[in-house]
T-cell receptor, first 113, second 112 residues
Framework: DADVTQTPRNRITKTGKRIMLECSQT?????MYWYRQDPGLGLRLIYY???????NKGEISDGYSVSRQAQAKFSLSLESAIPNQTALYFC????????????FGSGTQLSVL | RKEVEQDPGPFNVPEGATVAFNCTYS??????FFWYRQDCRKEPKLLMS???SGNEDGRFTAQLNRASQYISLLIRDSKLSDSATYLC?????????????FGRGTQLTVWP
């Protein structure tokens, strides 16, 4: 089983719909992150969390929200999806002090029509 | 100015070739540096950390030049399986977060 699991793997939705992407981890890491990746733009940080109920905005948080109710889970919500939120979304975990390496989930491809 | 800059490529090289990628970073306070590898539409995976003294892992050699604020990755004896996008990653210790900044990636294709 994967250490960092994202669901769903693919999602197609319509403009204005509420969408939730889930991330769960079995690594026991305290830090969790949500990134989006667009062609030619690289990875951009949306939100991150250093502990349960700790929430911090990244560089592109507008239009997104997150929830960290348990150490193992970090969910990302799009309250009202828009087409420019079409992207590949990655969840990542990190253990504080572990040379700062990130471990990524397999990604969620989201398409907003 | 972007925190981490990379030549996007693409680099197209034959099997057995040696290829080098460079990456520059803007924050002189940065302290940790990495190269990640990403296959098409897959998650990035850590390839190697980059240490001040330079380090080698098989066919891969990473170098850090703090004075010029650049990082390099050298791949010797390229294999078809090396085809991927290589991401330069820098930790910005100058911020309150110490979070990682990703370059946009350099695409490598190794042909037979």
């Amino acid at each position: 089983d994967a250490d960092v699991t994202q669901t769903p793997r693919n999602r197609i939705t319509k403009t204005g719909k509420r969408i939730m992407l889930e991330c769960s981890q079995t690594k026991g890491h305290d830090r969790m992150y949500w990134y989006r990746q667009d062609p030619g733009l690289g990875l951009r940080l949306i939100y991150y969390s250093f502990d349960v109920k700790d929430i911090n905005k990244g560089e592109i948080s507008d239009g997104y929200s997150v929830s960290r109710q348990a150490q193992a889970k970090f969910s990302l919500s799009l309250e009202s999806a828009i087409p420019n939120q079409t992207a590949l979304y990655f969840c990542a975990t990190q253990r504080t002090g572990d040379n700062e390496k990130l471990f990524f989930g397999s990604g969620t491809q989201l398409s907003v029509l | 100015r972007k925190e981490v800059e990379q030549d996007p490529g693409p680099f197209n090289v034959p099997e057995g070739a040696t290829v080098a990628f460079n990456c520059t970073y803007s924050n002189s306070a940065s302290q940790s540096f990495f190269w990640y590898r990403q296959d098409c539409r897959k998650e990035p995976k850590l390839l190697m950390s980059v240490y001040s003294s330079g380090n080698e892992d098989g066919r891969f050699t990473a170098q850090l030049n703090r004075a010029s604020q650049y990082i390099s990755l050298l791949i010797r004896d390229s294999k078809l399986s090396d085809s991927a996008t290589y991401l330069c990653v820098v930790n910005d210790r100058g911020s309150t977060l110490g979070r990682l900044y990703f370059g946009r990636g350099t695409q490598l294709t190794v042909w037979p």
